[in-house]
Each structure stands twice: as C-alpha cells, then as structure tokens.
C-alpha cells in the first residue's frame, strides 16, 4: 500500500500580503536619521548667541553652568544624544576667561578660580577640543579695593601674576585653541594711562602674547587695548607681529575704536 503526503498548505487569509499594499513605516527620529544629518543639526542647534563665562560653580558638587536651556535640553533627551552632541558644545562656542582679582571667586564674572574648577572638573579631550576663547584682560597693578566681593581670598591674585597663570593654563590644557581674542577690561577703561610702557603690565602682556604662540594649532590672536597715541601698539608689539607670522600665525591689533593702529 503506498501512502502518499500532500505538502501543499495553503496560506491563511490574515498571512497573506498584497505586494502593492507598502508594510508600516518605521517611526523617524533624532537617533534613527544618519549621523551626516544629525551632525547638521547639531551645529545649527548647539551654537550660542554669546560666550559661555567660565565662572565659579555654586558648589564642589554642582557642574560648571555652561549650557543655555535650549542646548542643554537636547543633551538631556538620552545617552546617544548627550555623547554625540556634547562635543560640539565645546567646539563651536566661544569660553570667557578672566584675570580680575577682585572677582576671583565670583559666580557671576569670568575669574581665575573658575577656570581652575573649569580645568579640573572636565576631561582632557574636552578642554582640549575648545577653538575659541575671549581673555578679559585686567592690567591694573593698583586695584580699588582690597576686599573681594565674594569673600575669596586675594593673596598671591595680583591681575598680572594671574595673566600670565591664564596663559600657560590655556597653553597645558587648551591644545586646540584656534582663536583668542583678548580685550581691556581693568579700571581705568578711559584714562590710557591703564596701559603703560613704564609699568610692568605692558611687559607681562607681552609676554602672554608670546607664550600664545606656542600653541601649534592657534591661527588668530586678536588684541584690543587703550591707545596712549597713534601707532603705539604697533611699536610695541612689532617683533611679536613679525614672529606670528614666521609661524603661520595673525596678530591683530586694535583699540576701543577696532582701528587698526
């Protein structure tokens, strides 16, 4: 007797799918488009209107306040997000920094003992992937007063001193520093004797400037400064001038006014 097996099954009716009829659609979103376009949106998103100032933090706890809310909201949406965005956070946007004594420990103005807390607090590739920095430069060797507002102590924070330890902080850690500008803020803003060739604080400037330049991959060094008369900055920066470009490098000199002197 043979007994033979039909194989055949037919397909259900809820199985069966019309080829023309296209399947469910994949839901889009941030972390599914491709990384080109996420990139994209990353550069629009996380570029602030205005510098990031490297100040104080509320506590040894609390992180350095660096993000506006927008830019921190998206860092917040998951893991992903935060270790693929964060980068650009410090690659795109402009940190200011300070030398002023009197603000030293101040939550509110840029000030050396948060850069130091700025430094400690982050990682190496992050420091080092910052591009652009603005210096609020504080040159006055007599200060106003000689308590700090903030209670912080002011031994050892002469503005000169403090210049040139913001200088070679920027030099040890911020290797990928390709801008920095640096401005006049000290005291006597109209009076241009807070500049002066007699005093060491045209010399200390100087010598930041110089230690500037080491930095390999720096391209632009901006320098705004009171003018005593015309053509002054250039007389006292021109070997400077001359060594930047040896190295590839632009120094640019202004005053309050951005003229050229």
């Known amino acids: 007797m043979r007994v033979s097996f ?3 099954s037919q397909p259900s009716r809820d199985v069966m799918m019309d080829p023309l009829t296209p399947g ?3 839901k889009t979103t941030l972390t599914t488009i491709p990384l080109e376009v996420r ?3 990353f550069k629009l998103v996380l570029t602030a209107r205005f510098p990031f100032l490297v100040t104080r933090r509320k506590s040894r706890k609390s992180r350095s306040k660096l993000n506006p809310a927008p830019l921190h909201a998206l860092l917040l949406v998951n893991k992903q997000l935060y270790t693929e965005a964060c980068p650009f956070i410090y690659k795109l946007n402009t940190f200011t920094l300070g030398n002023n004594q009197l603000n030293w420990g101040s939550r509110r103005y840029p000030n050396m003992y948060g850069l130091k807390q700025f430094t400690s607090g982050l990682s190496a590739a992050r420091i080092a ?3 652009s920095v603005e210096i609020r430069l504080y040159l006055d060797n007599e200060m106003w007063y000689k308590v700090d507002p ?4 002011l031994k050892h924070a002469n503005p000169l001193s403090n210049l040139l330890v913001l200088v ?3 030099v040890k850690h911020f290797t990928g520093l390709r801008s920095v500008k640096m401005k006049y803020y000290g005291m006597r803003v109209f009076w241009p004797l807070g500049i002066n060739h007699d005093c060491g604080n045209l010399k200390a400037l100087k010598l930041a400037v110089n230690n500037l ?3 390999q991959t720096l391209k632009n060094i901006e320098l705004t400064l009171p003018m005593l008369r015309e053509g002054d900055l250039s ?3 021109g070997e400077l001038e001359t060594e930047a470009r040896e190295k590839g490098k632009s120094l640019s000199l202004c005053n309050f006014s951005g003229k050229r002197s």
């Open 6 to 8: 039909s194989c055949h």
């Open 24 to 26: 469910p659609r994949a």
């Open 129 to 131: 992937s910052i591009t």
């Open 150 to 153: 903030a209670g912080m102590s």
């Open 213 to 215: 330049l080491l930095l």
């Open 168 to 170: 070679r902080t920027l």
């Open 235 to 237: 007389g006292a920066f």
């Open 39 to 41: 990139v994209m949106i």
